[in-house]
Structure formats: structure tokens, C-alpha cells
């Protein structure tokens, strides 16, 4: 069973969605087209038949003898042997050879558990108190909370480093057991004791685990009929919602697009190149892909007649925009149809196809790069910003989904503690002056 590749992205090698299971999450959320089941969302079925000269050949080389010394070495001298499995050993070798490629961040090895999770993650339904977190450096960090999730509500923001899980000081563990101690079954209470960044003050919050129903588009209309429209990963539904929501838009007078990208890790690349198509002509290059061989295939806007391909807009990006946040910021930009505010973004770069294995895990493994509409390859480098803004100290990116109502006014729209919004409104809005006739 084949299935289209899948982009990916990340800031960095290893990450945990701390939702039901864990997932380690080398990409925020990789890139991936087409349907949700499992067999068909990593992109293809490892055949084990077609495979068995490969393993004939494997372990037949002098080099596996060095594996089998391992194994032997822990199974007859490691002090704690009986409380790790075959299976745990097997999966880790299996982790360590894909680590082996040096494609840190993207090509990657998902266990059984890791796998549906991940699938769950991209159907918009999890279990949890809604956190992706980067185990990384010498205390979890949280990437990002999930818009509108048990954690997002209890306050914790991006940059937030966790000290402690129901009492046990994260710096005392292994990074894999923090996500263990925050996954738990629904209905069931965690405590999490985290200091903002930048402050030496720590504060405490119990959440308790919830099944939690990812909106990955939400918006509201701003002062001077400009809408605001976050999209917050590229999941199911993604283009169905920012349809939805230019036609809202269109409907209340709207006069330009603030379409906010930033914290999205990424998601499926037809929800990428369905949103994309909202915003420029037919015909348009989208994105293009590099073959090993050197060939590059671009992927146009074929036919797609979109809700604001004409009407002013600007993209904000930051860091944590990755994966198909980066397809749809440089298609906006390199077709002419947009201005990027904020930061330059993550950088993914390799295009993934996922093999589904005989027990259920899958090994993503990078065979393509993904570039620019204008050949720019972004690997390791983003996409940089026309307008570069940074966030003020202590401050993170609001979501339209903070308040209530379909219109914000000037008052409460100018007290948003959130630079990056600002100006990006504020360039629109010069930017629609301009065009005025």
C-alpha cells in the first residue's frame, strides 16, 4: 500500500505530545497527506517478504555481531536487566539506526503506542491535558499548549519549563518518564509545578485530563474590517475551517486577511495546499519537491478558485511555524500575494514516507526535499519574515480564541499584550490604505 509523501517539521530532535500516550515527537507534527488510517497515513506497508534478503544480509554482516554482543552484554551485566523488555531493547536498536542517518528532527521511528497517537493527533481528538513538549535540554520545555486544551486554560504558555510532575523533579528523571507521569486516563488529575521564562518564580497547577476536540481554525474580525485567522496545525478539516471563515469574513465587510501561523508545527500537506489555494491565483506554483535523483517536481494550484486570492493580506510566522506553515507563508510570499511579519521560521526540509511495520510501529524516513515555490531550499534555514517583529520580554502570541464575540473593538483590540499582532495589523491596514483606490 503506498500513500503521498509527508513533509515534516520541528525545532528539535526529540519531543513529546503529552496527550494519551507519548509520542516522541521528532516533528512537532509531521506534514502528511491523504486519509487517517493508520495504514494509509504513514505513506506505505512494509512488505516483510520483500525484506527478507535484507535481513538475511543484515545479520549475516560482521557488524551485527557487535548488536548481538550488546544485547548480551546488558542481558548478562545490566544491574536493573529484568525491569527492561526485549521489546523496549528491540525498539530502542530500532530508533538508533534511524538515528544513525543524522536527519535529527525528521526521519524517525514511532513505536505501536507512538503511532496511533500520533494518527489521533491529526483526526483532531486526543486524551489529556494538551501539551507538546521538548525533552531536549536538561528540563522539559513546553513548545506549545494546544488552543483551547485543559492546559492552554490552566495558563501555561510556550517557553514554560517544567520542574516538576506530582511532586517528582523532572530534573531527577529520564526524559520518557516525564511524559509517563503527565499522560494519564480521562478524568484523572496531574500537577505540574513550571516557571515562565525569563523569571526564577515557579507556580503550580492541577489539570485534570480531558479528551480534548482540536479546533485547528478559529478567527474574529478586528478594527478596521480585517480578519484575524489562526490556524493552528494542518489537520483534518483545516481547509474546510479557513473557508468557512473567508467566507464569514466576506459575509461582515471584511477588508484583509491576518492569517496567523505562528506555534502551527504543520499537518497534513493537502490541508497545506488546500489553504494555500485560498490565497493565490490558479496556476500558482505552491511548493516544489526534489527528487534523490536531483529531478524537482513542483506542485501548482490546478484548479482551485480561491476565497481571497486577490485581497489583501499578511502572514504572521514565528519559530515555531513548521512543516506546512512554511508551505503555505513561502507560497503566499514568492507568488506575490502577501507581506510575512514576525520571525523567521523552524526550517523543515526533507519530505517523508512512512513504513508501516509487521507490529504496528512506523519508520518515517526522509527520500525527498520539499522547496519554495521560487527553489529556495528552507532546510535548516526557514522562512525569513518581509517584516522582521520580535515578542516583547514575557510576552507569547495571542489566539482569537481568548476572547468571545464575533468583533473586537479598538480598546480591547490596542490593550493585547502582543507586538507581533500589532503590527501586523497595523501593516495591513497601511497596506490596505495603499490600495484603496
Known sequence: MTHPDLPTGTPRARRMFASGRGVRWMALVLALAGTMSIGVMVG?????????????ILTDLPEFQVVEETYDAIRENY???DEVSDQDLMYGASAGMID???????????DPDEAVEFEQSLSNELIGIGIQIDLTGPLPVVIAPIDGSPAYE??????????????VETADIEPQVVGELIRGDEGTDVT????????AETYQVTITRAQITIEPVSFIMLPDNVLWL??????IGATDGVIEALQWGKAHGMTGVLLDLRNNPGGYTTEARGIASQFVPIGSVLYQEQLADGTVEPLVNESVEGEWAEGDLVVLINEGSASSSEIVSSAIRDNDRG???????FGTGTVLVGFELSDGSVALLGIKLWLTADGQ????????PTLEVEMDVDQYPTIPIEFRGEMLDSDVFGAIEDSQLLAAHEELVTIMASSTP
Open 377 to 384: 531550499d528552507i532546510w535548516k534555514q526557514g522562512v525569513d
Open 100 to 110: 544513525a542517518l543524522g536527519d535529527t528532527g525528521h526521519s524517525t521511528f514511532l
Open 79 to 81: 544491574v536493573l536487566s
Open 230 to 235: 489562526r490556524v493552528s496545525q494542518f489537520s
Open 44 to 56: 506505505a506497508v512494509l512488505d516483510t517478504s520483500d525484506n527478507a534478503t535484507a535481513s538475511t
Open 192 to 199: 505540574l509545578m513550571l516557571r515562565h521564562q525569563d523569571t
Open 339 to 345: 507581506v510575512l511579519v514576525g520571525e523567521t521560521t
Open 154 to 167: 490552566a495558563g501555561i504558555r510556550p517557553g514554560d519549563v517544567i520542574i516538576s510532575v506530582d511532586g
